[in-house]
């Protein structure tokens, strides 16, 4: 009958529906913890310009990711010991960008912890700053928070992860940036995970579409992830040009006649390794050559047609440990040859893990050594993000206190060369630098103090020190004596140089304006 009928379809129906239903996976909801949510809200609601460190936060957690992972399998004999390593697609048809690491990966409770929860105390602060407007989100992923950056572009975020624990299953983490995040099973998925690791799918905002550019994927892994030392491979597509016979051309072609020949382009798509600069600062000094300190200062300092005039590579032990190198360039950068505290000059640049953080930190150099270039790469900074926090760190004031005093080791260095004609240039292109150091920094003026140099009466055009002056001061005197003028002409002319000239005195010249300051501090 109809009636029968009917309800045999619709028992079909209910039938379909429920195995359609029980096919999917069942979703658990979790709500975030507070402080989540406000780190998130803080982000999305953001109008922070530089959305660009999103890519490296992530970056950077997959390579702890794979970092963890060779740990494991060296100390574990069942580990694989294959070589980790990081993927990245841009998916324009999807508008997704995605990070994929055969890392350690997560189980279900890591999830949940991970990234529902904040465990560092720390965080709060950095949570209290950033709503204050006094944090720098730059510094986001030294709070264990750099996940979060990925609502910087993203309105929706899919984690796709499977522990390298035995027996594990691989889960589905989403969340659309509200107050809860749910997790699934995902062993049905189309695309497993071979072994271990975890897949951050971005779903990317429309203002935030310039990032499914490869291009722009590229050019941001350049800046600061180049160090990283796991293979990192971007999805992309390439043309190829080759030679094939050319059908059109050959029709009439006689026996035994050479076929003719076209080119013709092959576009090609798939995953390219980019190549990982290695950071010789990581290596014993006696393993870096002069040509690859040199070539290094070129490329991270943009500095193609310098030539350092001394390079410095150390590491710092005790309270903190660090690895680092410093230039002094061969010639004034351009940006403080128009103003020498030009506050865009960042020549110090701070690692942490290999990692590219920041070369805002003023408190790293003195403003008087801007023109020093180096690199910092520690692995114990502390969690404190406000620049106040910043400001009364032990770590920076330590760090500070070593380059300033390797510094001024490379800067005597050159004054002690044999070929003076070296500090005369070194002088010509920083000595203003270093009498602002005798006005600014009581601590190291007395070190500053032996590498000023003068013209004096008795110099000619030749420069003296003040330990020349002392040296050959006449018998019985007890003060220095200066003039202060316009230029060395213009001191040379004063009637005090005549009237002391003329008792055999040597009277050492203040040709500038900022001299008469910097003699001051001095006495």
């Known amino acids: 009958s109809p009636r029968s009928t009917s309800s045999a379809v619709l028992r079909m129906a209910d039938a379909t529906a429920e195995a359609e239903a029980s096919a999917e996976p069942k979703k658990e909801k979790f709500e975030f913890q507070a402080e989540v949510g406000r780190v998130m809200d803080l982000i999305i609601n953001s109008l922070y310009s530089d959305k660009d460190i999103f890519l490296r936060e992530l970056v950077s957690n997959a390579a702890d990711a794979c970092d963890k992972k060779r740990f494991l399998s060296i100390t574990d004999d069942g580990a694989a010991a294959v070589q980790p390593e990081i993927k990245i697609r841009a998916d324009p048809d999807a508008g997704t960008v995605t990070i994929e690491d055969s890392g350690v990966g997560m189980t279900r409770d890591e999830l949940i912890n991970n990234l529902g929860r904040i465990a560092q105390s720390g965080t709060r602060n950095f949570v209290q700053a950033l709503g204050e407007g006094t944090a720098d989100v730059n510094l986001i992923g030294q709070f264990g928070v750099g996940f979060y950056s990925a609502y910087l572009v993203a309105d929706k975020v899919e984690v796709i992860t499977k522990s390298m624990q035995p027996n594990s299953p691989q889960l589905k983490w989403e969340s659309a940036a509200g107050q809860e995040f749910t997790i699934a099973d995902d062993d049905a998925s189309d695309d497993p995970i071979a072994t271990s690791g975890t897949r951050i799918v971005l779903h990317l905002k429309d203002d935030s579409l310039q990032y499914m550019e490869t291009g722009k994927i590229e050019e941001l892994l350049k800046r600061s992830s180049e160090f990283i030392e796991f293979p990192i491979n971007v999805w992309k597509e390439t043309t190829e040009y080759k030679k094939v016979p050319d ?15 076209k080119t013709v382009p092959e576009t090609k798509v798939g995953y390219e390794q980019m190549e990982n600069a290695k950071p010789i600062w990581l290596r014993p000094p006696s393993e870096v050559t002069e040509d690859e300190y040199d070539e290094f200062y070129k490329g991270a300092f943009r500095a193609s047609y310098d030539e350092p005039m001394k390079h410095t590579h150390f590491v710092l032990e005790g309270q903190i440990e660090a690895k680092a190198i410093l230039y002094i360039p061969g010639m004034l950068p351009f940006e403080l040859s128009k103003d020498m505290f030009d506050e865009n000059a960042r020549n110090i640049r701070l690692y942490v893990k290999r990692v590219f953080m920041n070369d805002k930190f003023d408190e790293l150099m003195p403003r008087w050594l801007k023109f020093v270039s180096g690199v910092v790469d520690s692995d114990d900074l502390p969690l404190n ?11 920076l004031s330590i760090i500070n206190k070593r380059l300033v005093r390797k510094s001024l080791d490379m800067i005597r260095e050159i004054a002690d060369d044999e070929d003076e004609s070296k500090y005369i240039l070194f002088w010509y292109n920083f000595g203003k630098c270093l009498k602002v150091g005798i006005i600014e920094d009581d601590r190291n003026k007395k070190d500053i103090a032996p590498l000023l140099r003068f013209f004096s009466s008795k110099s000619g055009d030749e420069y003296t020190s003040l330990d020349q002056y002392v040296e050959n001061m006449k018998e019985g005197q007890k003060k220095i004596f200066y003039v202060s003028g316009d ?15 003329n008792r055999d005195y040597e009277v050492l010249y203040m040709a500038e304006p900022l001299d008469e300051i910097m003699i001051e501090s001095l006495r």
């Open 247 to 261: 059908e059109e051309a050959n029709k009439d072609l006689a026996e035994g006649e050479e076929p003719k020949m």
């Open 385 to 395: 993000v406000s620049r106040e926090i910043l400001q009364k760190s032990k770590v």
């Open 487 to 501: 230029g060395k002409e213009g001191a040379a002319m004063s009637p005090v140089v005549e009237k002391l000239t």
